[in-house]
């Protein structure tokens, strides 16, 4: 039988909640009762519990507080709130402290009480059960092949959303590092679970069924999916619903030193890849086979969207391909979202009336200019440096720009000289010869013009943060 305490400083309704459910067709027998939180205490020095059904707001020792101090002394005992708030932050708080599910007693009626008590009864069964099964060592090895393994995709994500699948009542969850696996110790429903996944975790979590566990060390498994599963989900292209992982696979991977991406995105910033088909097809088969990390192509693109903004993309562009890459999960949603940026640069190009080369070689330049913005660089030298002559260059870059190559120039500079400020504890005057400008006084007039303030306000306001 499981042993259940009811906390609520208002005795009718604690006694109308004790009442109201028939506790032994489920299992439940009702040990004990508390008007507040220090009796539910000194209840509980005395009396074994299980479950403990704890209203959130008493006077004194708070639900809240009394959850906390019986996480502590007693975390065998799973606490369920009592409560008459529903609002989100209200109940996430309560879940937070490690309260296992939560119970509105307005809603609380006969036609759904039964269902509320039955759901909390599996749960506290189901986890009494696997609790047995890691204390006998049984769970040290995989006695189960298959295995779902779900990784949120939110921070803070936790395993109550996991307990809402059916596939959960009948097989273990074991916690690892912010993923959770579930031996298949039944047979896997193949259709019906896949729905369900969809339907109850939604966009918050991804799932994968591992294959080939049967016999792994437990510490072992947790080891390479660790090291190796949210990176084999980011390139995973198969049309399988959740994705298809083999252990062995994972597990040679995880012995190898992954390929580094660096040198081809670095050089994939020549947006080549942007305007020619044939270096698109080159670029995206070379992600595909080289593999970079997921943090790599995210830096990578947030670089696109910085460097190219105002010049590529127009304030609208780049607003929706900055709102849409926060939800970029995959290699497949970032190829898309970099399929959109090409077609962006694209229209700018028919936009402007240039070639396509003539695009390149302003790209280059553009690039150039940031480089040695420090330099003493003028007009004819980069004009030079991508074989354009000097007036075909000055009239094309006006046009690319939306100014003149001198006031480019000088912008560049002065973003060199913000990030030097704020990096570096170089004098003034020698942050403004580093960013290309010989008179500091000159440099310091020009930068309270266009950034609001001088450079050493400036400096300050940024240390400050």
Known sequence: MIKAVVVDDERLVRKGFISLIDWSSFGVVIVGEAGDGNAALTLLRE?????????????????????????????????????????????????????????????????????????????????DSTRELLAR?????????????????????????????????????IAFQNMWMMPLLS??????????????????????????????????????????????????????????????????????????????????????????REAWEGFTAGVQQRQPAQEQISAFSHLLLHDWSGLLLKAEEAAQLKASAAGNLNWGQWKSWLRQFSGCAQQRMLELGLSKEVVFC??????????????????????????????????????????????SLRGMRLELAKTLLLETYDPICEVAGRSGFEDDRYFSRLFREHVGKLPSEYRAEGMER
């Open 47 to 127: 009396q074994e519990a299980d479950l403990l059904f704890v209203d959130l707001t008493m006077p004194g020792m708070s639900g809240f507080e009394l959850i906390r101090q019986v996480r502590q002394r007693y975390p065998a005992i799973r606490c369920v709130v009592l409560t008459c708030h529903h609002e989100f932050d209200y109940v996430q708080e309560a879940m937070r402290l490690g309260a296992v599910d939560y119970i509105v007693k307005t809603l609380l009626e006969v036609e759904n009480a039964d269902e509320t008590i039955r759901r909390l009864v599996e749960r506290v069964k189901w986890e």
């Open 137 to 173: 060592g049984e769970g040290k090895v995989m006695a189960a092949d298959l295995a779902l393994l779900y990784l949120p995709q939110l921070p803070g994500g936790n395993e109550e959303d996991l307990f809402r699948l059916s596939v959960t009542k009948n097989n273990p969850l």
């Open 187 to 276: 047979r896997y429903p193949d259709n019906e679970t896949c729905r369900e996944l969809q339907t109850v975790l939604g966009g918050g979590w991804q799932a994968a069924l591992v294959s080939g566990l049967k016999n792994q060390l437990l510490q072992e498994a947790e080891e390479v999916l660790g090291k190796t599963v949210r990176h084999a989900l980011f390139y995973y292209c198969g049309a399988e619903e959740p994705a298809r992982l083999d252990f062995g696979g994972l597990k040679r991977t995880a012995g190898e030193r992954l390929p580094a991406g660096e040198d081809m995105l670095s050089e994939a910033q020549n947006l080549r890849w942007t305007l020619d």
């Open 362 to 407: 302003l790209i280059r330049a553009v690039r150039y200019m940031r480089t040695h913005a420090g330099d003493k660089i003028n007009q004819g030298e980069v004009a030079a440096e991508i074989n354009m002559s000097r007036g075909y260059f000055s009239q094309c870059f006006a046009r690319f720009a939306g100014e003149t190559f001198g006031e």
